[in-house]
Structure formats: C-alpha cells, structure tokens
C-alpha cells in the first residue's frame, strides 16, 4: 500500500495550491480517503475526507475554500486549495480511512499514510 502525496510549495496568501494523493497497492475505490495537516508544535488536524461514494465533509476551518476529489481512473485524490491563509501553512498528509468520514461523527479511523507535502503561506 503506497500513499504519494504532492503539490505542497510556498503560495502568497489569497493563493492556491493544488495537493494530489496519488494511491496504489490497494483497491482504491473500497476506502474512503482523508487529508489531514500538522503544523510544528500544533495536534494534528483532520481537514477533508471523501468517501467511497463521493460523499465529502470538512473541517470548519477550511470549510467553503478547500474542495476535496477523486479521479478513480486516475487512483487519485485531490485537494483544491483557495483563499490560503498563512494559518494554512503546514505539512499536508493524506491517508485510507476505515469506517466513517464524517468529522461531527467523531474521530476518523485511518489505515494508511502517505508522506507530507509541506504548504507554506507567506508574502
């Protein structure tokens, strides 16, 4: 099972980034996949999840400006990044979730992880 996350970089604020999540070793249509971020010194933060159906959910803090994807052709998941913020600026990590993907559920369960992809928001 491989994660490969990409697409971080330095953006002004106002900025967008694209991250892709690019997926192998599995059969990537029976898990739902997360984005989550950690910035140094803060708890990991759980963002944007898409499940098998498409069914997306997110964190209020990115809520209205981060737009989560899936290309099953491509065994890729993707998220839009707009309106960035220097409070955005983290290391950004995808991974295959088990159960539900829905953060006002609770905890979200996760499988795998890929590696990060640093986002740095900054004039």
């Known amino acids: 099972v491989q994660l490969q996350a990409s697409g971080g970089g330095l953006v002004q604020p106002g900025g967008s980034l694209r991250l892709s999540c690019a997926a192998s070793?599995?059969?990537?249509?029976?898990?739902?996949i997360a984005w989550f971020r950690q910035a140094p010194g803060k708890e990991r933060e759980g963002i944007s999840c898409i499940s098998t159906g498409g069914t997306t959910d997110y964190a209020a803090s990115v809520s209205g400006r981060f737009t989560i994807s899936r290309d099953r052709a491509k065994n890729t998941v993707y998220l839009q990044m707009n309106a960035l913020r220097p409070e955005d600026t983290s290391s950004y990590y995808c991974a295959t979730v088990a159960g539900h993907c829905v953060f006002s559920l609770g905890p979200i369960t996760t499988v795998n992880w890929g590696q990060g992809t640093q986002v740095t928001v900054s004039s």
């Open positions: 070793g599995f059969t990537f249509d029976d898990y739902a």
